[in-house]
């Protein structure tokens, strides 16, 4: 693995994550500070932790079906990357989101 390249590319993404990060609290910052209707601003938090919770939800299920995915792929002995192995893991991906939809689905 080529360490020069891994650097870079995990310094951006932690320097974005923390741009994202400081911008949000900001914003929420101002909508308290800006003494608008109680109800609205409780409600767009609500929705804020509604969202965060559901993003969990689904990086949970998707990650649990990629391990299966996995598990299968080991199960079986396969030792190469081929189409179907790929097809495999794919298809744990796509069941992984179809549940979480089903899911989220079923708690609004």
Known sequence: MNVDLLIPVS??????????A???ARVRKQ???SN????LVRS???GDESARRLSSLRWGITLVALALGFG???A????DITPGVIAVLVGALGLGNLAFFALSRRLR
């Open 11 to 20: 310094l951006f993404a932690c320097i974005a994550y923390s741009i994202k």
């Open 22 to 24: 400081v911008v949000d």
């Open 31 to 33: 909508l308290v500070a």
């Open 36 to 39: 608008g209707d109680a109800s």
């Open 44 to 46: 767009i938090l609500e």
């Open 72 to 74: 299968i792929v080991e």
């Open 76 to 79: 079986r002995g396969w030792q």
